[in-house]
């Protein structure tokens, strides 16, 4: 998408009209010209390529102008579509440098991309897909083993009581494939830094199991035919059948151990969002620190709201900097000494007097960035819902119509809202995850599907969740885990351990629920009558 650049410091204008007027007389006069002359080319080139909008130096409206200040710009490099090509917005940051965020993202898309990290996803997966297969198949391969001719063993033959055995055998597969592959054959939903202890149980008696059977298969059945031994059938598909019953009972465990223990709300987490401090509380059950951090991490990306950091950086009144004073005698005399104490404490004093109002400041300018929020929206609202009674289907208008289909038709009465959209976007810090066609294909849809004017501008007006934004859609999010305990421990009362991805951090805080103790209280019916008392003085 777009890039981004930072220039510190006052605007071009501003910091031109200095130099301007730091000359005197004709070359004054010259240079003035000049530059004027190079604002006015600079201006016509960029509208060759779209409309621009500026925020801070020039305002369309009058009450949403704010005073002159010195500002930092934001500035949002022309994309391609012409959506917002010359977007500016005013932080109070004062860094002369910056990485965009499409920058900051190639550095976690090498390591997603990476043969090494795909052979860590994928590795417990494949292991524990080929023990289950080996497990899964082992019963059915100690069946046949006697049936294949060309080994020539003597089996005796089969019973109608071994045929309920086989009956039972192949009925008790199929429900084990089918438990498999509910609770275990799933796409895996994070790759953690430790092992899955509960996993790498069932696993490691998967593999003692399965082995343990094919040693005794060996020992008790496979070296009785080298002494030329009728073996019994019946008894070789007990043998199997056991197997698959220790299978089903191992099933059993992992689904109690990896799916029911954690159903149970153990602990309360709160997670709380650095640096706008948005915050929110869960109850969760048994788990390990690692798969809290996954679980957190899913709420995250569910209840939040989408981050935005040029929200950080709204316009400010500028502030003069209140820094101490200091008093000197220049003239060293000794008897002063009282005037000048007296002369520093009222400078102390009224100094602390105006740091003591900003608070004040703070709070009437988000009143008024409050204000104008409100005052944008409406405009949006009343211009989108205009905008949509200019479309109709084909089949509702009676006379002659030129057919159109959902992008023609989006395309049609986009340009009704789009400023309204436009300065919305420029106000609320949303115009670097938008692009124009982007919110054309939106648009489609939405008149595809019948939608009304709110249910389009929904995506727009409201924050949350995450997900909302197009930027996380990745098939990879990467986060780290910053805990000072091993991460493949349980969760205990005043665990605490940070995720953070880029710029954004979730600190988690655990604490016990409380146990509650509900005593019951018996109401007495002789206490539950009443008396109505009437005198002078009530209205009754």
Sequence with gaps: METESVRSGQSERSSRSRRSRGHSGTSNHQHHHRSRGSRQSHRSNKSDRSYSVTSGSKREDGDDRLPDEE?????ILPQDDNWGDNTTAITGNTSEHSVSVDDMSKFGKDIDESVSFQCHRLLGTTIGSILALCAFLSPIVMV?????????WKVQKCGPECDGL??????????????????????????MPRIFIFRALVLALVFVFTF????????????????????????????????VDALLFIHYLAVVLMEIRQLQPQFF????????GESRCYNVGQLSIQRAAVWVLERYYQDFSIYNPYLETLPTKTRKSLSGFKIYDVDAIPNNTTSIQGQSRAVLAANARRRDSSHNERFYEEQEYDRRVKKRRARLITAAEEAFTHIKRLREEQGPAIPMDPSEAAQAIFPSMARALQKYLR?????????????LDHLALCLTHDLSPRAFLEKYLTPLPVLQNDKE????????LVCDTLLSRPVEPGCVFML??????????????????ITEEIIDPKSNKFVLRLNSETSV
């Excluded at 500002?71 to 500035?75: A, K, T, Y």
């Excluded at 006697?146 to 080994?151: C, H």
């Excluded at 997670?271 to 706008?276: G, H, K, L, Q, Y």
């Design 473 to 480: 859609h990745k098939s990879v999010q990467t986060w780290s």
């Design 427 to 439: 106000i609320t810090r949303q115009q670097p995850r938008h692009t124009m066609q982007a919110i």
């Design 71 to 75: 500002m930092i710009e934001v500035q």
């Design 212 to 243: 343990s059977y094919w040693l005794f298969y060996g020992v008790r059945i496979m070296e009785k035919r080298k002494i030329d031994y009728e073996i019994s059938y019946h008894s070789i598909v007990l043998f199997a059948v056991s197997l």
């Design 269 to 276: 987490v709160k997670v709380v969002r650095s640096p706008d």
């Design 144 to 152: 046949v083993l006697p049936k294949i001719e060309t080994l020539k």
């Design 500 to 517: 953070r991805q880029n710029d954004v951090s979730l600190l988690v805080s655990t604490h016990r629920l409380p146990h509650f103790n």
């Design 166 to 191: 086989l009956i039972s055998f192949s009925f008790k597969l199929l429900i084990l494939v089918i438990g498999t592959w509910a609770v275990f054959f799933r796409k895996p939903k994070a790759t």
